[in-house]
T-cell receptor
Framework: AQSVSQHNHHVILSEAASLELGCNYS??????LFWYVQYPGQHLQLLLK??????LVKGIKGFEAEFIKSKFSFNLRKPSVQWSDTAEYFC????????????FGKGTKLSVKP | NAGVTQTPKFQVLKTGQSMTLQCAQD?????MYWYRQDPGMGLRLIYY???????DKGEVPNGYNVSRLNKREFSLRLESAAPSQTSVYFC????????????FGNGTRLTVT
């Protein structure tokens, strides 16, 4: 069965620090990977997605993620975080079939200290 | 372009009461979904509708029913609310392909006492 693991529950960084959030997946089909962000009190928004091609994907607000097939990983990175990046981040994969529903990881809460 | 609209934003129910959460999307998407979000659990799929006229159970369907009223609207009903249904509920829609991103509504925070 498909699954997504996010190993970091809560990450606390100072502004300008570099960020890497881990995501590992188990999926037997064509790999499609997503990162979503949820700012405090808001809904989930798509940060970036990988379908095929260049394994280094760039998203909004300076975020990027690298798909490493051999490690079944899709880690999220940002070279220098800002206070406004404080949010919860979710990795997701397709459930399978053609319905389009996603399986989400449990999320990583990022707190950035000003 | 409103995207995905959910009502209400907040609701408090007593155990045993019923209510319906409404969701509408204006993106002409085929598929719609109801998720619940609980601390430390991420998002879990309750029900989904791959296309107008069809609905299917997700990971946690017990205690819920859904109706895909038309292509735009997908409602979630709690017939007899229980404290375990205290959660934040998100409706989402997508074009329905395996590589289609989900577009989420702003959520409904439900408390059952």
């Amino acid at each position: 069965a498909q699954s997504v693991s996010q190993h970091n529950h809560h990450v606390i960084l100072s502004e300008a620090a570099s960020l890497e959030l881990g995501c590992n997946y188990s999926y037997g089909g064509t790999v499609n990977l997503f990162w979503y962000v949820q700012y405090p009190g808001q809904h989930l928004q798509l940060l970036l997605k990988y379908f095929s091609g260049d394994p280094l994907v760039k998203g909004i607000k300076g975020f990027e993620a690298e798909f490493i097939k051999s490690k079944f990983s899709f880690n999220l990175r940002k070279p220098s975080v800002q206070w406004s990046d404080t949010a919860e981040y979710f990795c997701a994969i397709p459930h399978g079939g053609s319905q389009g529903n996603l399986i989400f990881g449990k999320g990583t809460k990022l707190s950035v200290k000003p | 372009n409103a995207g995905v609209t959910q009502t209400p934003k907040f609701q408090v129910l007593k155990t045993g009461q019923s209510m319906t959460l409404q969701c509408a999307q204006d993106m002409n998407h085929n598929s719609m979904y109801w998720y619940r979000q609980d601390p430390g659990m991420g998002l879990r799929l309750i029900y989904y509708s791959a296309s107008e006229g069809t609905t299917d159970k997700g990971e946690v369907p017990n205690g819920y029913n859904v109706s895909r009223l038309n292509k735009r609207e997908f409602s979630l009903r709690l017939e007899s609310a229980a404290p375990s249904q205290t959660s934040v509920y998100f409706c989402a829609s997508s074009e329905g392909q395996v590589n289609s991103p989900l577009h989420f509504g702003n959520g409904t925070r439900l408390t059952v006492t």
